[in-house]
C-alpha cells in the first residue's frame, strides 16, 4: 500500500488525472480532498490530514447505533476542513428522516443530490441495492439514472460493479459492485469516484476501467472485520477548481 505523511498524518495519496472540464490555468486553486468510508465507530482513532474537503462515504456506525452517528456527528464538525460531505452507508439505511438532525446545518449530507464547491459539482447518491439483489429488474436498472452528467466527483457507499478488484469481496471473493451503478458511472464519467463498503485489504486503493478516464477510489478504512479494529489511513487527492471560479 502506497502510504505517505502529509503534515504528519498517513494517508494514501491517489494521483487523479485531470480532464478538460474547464480546469487547469497555472492560476486554478488546488482543491484537497480527503476521503473516508467505513470508519465503523473508530472516527476517534483517526488523524485527518488538512484539505479544503472532507467527504465520508457512509458506514460510521456499526449496525447504525444512533450514538455511533452523533459521537461520529461530533468529531466530523470539529475537523477544520470548510467544507464537509457525508453519504449514509447500508448500516444508516434507516437514518435518512433522522440524519438532518444528526448533523449540523453547514455539513452536506447528499441524499441523491449535488452540491457545488469551488466550481467543483460532487454527487452523494443513496445506498440502493444491497449487493446485486433485484439489480435486474428494469426499475432497478434505472435507479443511478439521477446521477447527472456534469458531476465530477461520485460519492456513493457502494462500489459499482467490474472495477478491477475494487468491488470484491474479502469474505467470499465475490462482487459487492452494483452494475446499474457502473452502467450509469460509464455514461457519466465523473472525474472521480470514491465509495466503501469493501472491507478488502488485498485490493489496491484505487483502479481505472478501459474506456474510462474515471479514476474508482474504495475509501474504506476498517480493513477486514469490524471487530478487528485495524485500520487504513485516509485518502487524499488534489483537483483543480474550475478556472471560472475564484
Ligand atoms: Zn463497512
Known sequence: MNETSVDGVLCRIIDVKKKDRGYGTNQSKIVRVVVLSDTHNYHDKIKVPDGDVLIHCGDFTKYGAVHHATSFAR?????????????LGNHEWWFSSLIKRIFSPEIHVLYDQSVEIFGIT?????????????????????????IPHNTDVLITHQPPDNVGGLNV?????????????MERVLQVKPLVHVFGHNHNFN??????????????????????KMSNGILRSPILFDLLARSDVA
Open 203 to 224: 485490493t489496491p486503493s484505487f483502479d481505472q476501467v478501459e474506456g474510462c478516464d474515471t479514476t474508482f477510489i474504495n475509501c474504506a478504512i476498517v480493513v477486514g
Open 169 to 181: 469481496s474479502l469474505h467470499n471473493g465475490k462482487s459487492v459492485g452494483n452494475i446499474n451503478m
Open 75 to 87: 468529531y466530523f464538525s470539529a475537523q477544520m476542513h470548510p467544507h464537509k460531505i457525508v453519504v
Open 122 to 146: 460532487f454527487y452523494g447518491s443513496r445506498f440502493k441495492s444491497r449487493y446485486n439483489i433485484g439489480c435486474y429488474t428494469s426499475s432497478a436498472k434505472q435507479e443511478f439514472n439521477d
